[in-house]
């Protein structure tokens, strides 16, 4: 297990899931949530569902050992994570047959695209190897820079906002490898 995924686990910092707080109200949320942020604890749980406060820099929480340690594991065993929810999607589509759905999102800049990258290389490690497995993976990885660039403007927020939504469907073989994917983009505003 990392030093990083240990370090996190021995002092954890407010609640990692919001259902247990003592207080659920929205300023017990979002107290919890400041709280957790000022510690680089960027995610938590709500039930099920994965909140993400953008820190609009880079943590050391994206290692391949990081990723490693989440696949596989129940998504309560470790800290709040996108790694442990891309972990539960994947297996649930493997293990039991079943399709599978991540909703990303977000106002502009909260890291929508980063976090559907991070999502595209946990796949892409986890997945099976081979010749056509590694010709799709790599065309699913490369596929982001060139969505970004289609539409993006400057706003308030974010130097490099699309206009854009983008729906991507992921196509995987019977053993979770990954065999093709569609990417669907609509308008989201108008100038």
Known sequence: MSVALINR?????????MVLLENVTE???LQNLIERFHADEIYTYIGNVVISVNPYRMLNIYTEDMLVEYYGRNRFELPPHIYAISSDAYRSMVDD??????????????GKTQASKIIMQFVATVCGKGADVDKVKDQLLKC?????AFGNAKTNRNDNSSRFGKY??????????PIGGVVTEYLLEKS
């Open 9 to 17: 686990m021995k002092k954890p910092t407010g609640v990692n899931d």
């Open 27 to 29: 300023e017990g949320m």
């Open 97 to 110: 047959n079943k399709d599978q759905c991540i909703l990303i999102t977000g106002e502009s800049g909260a």
């Open 144 to 148: 982001n820079p060139v969505l970004e």
């Open 168 to 177: 991507m469907d992921m196509q995987f073989n019977y053993n979770g490898d």
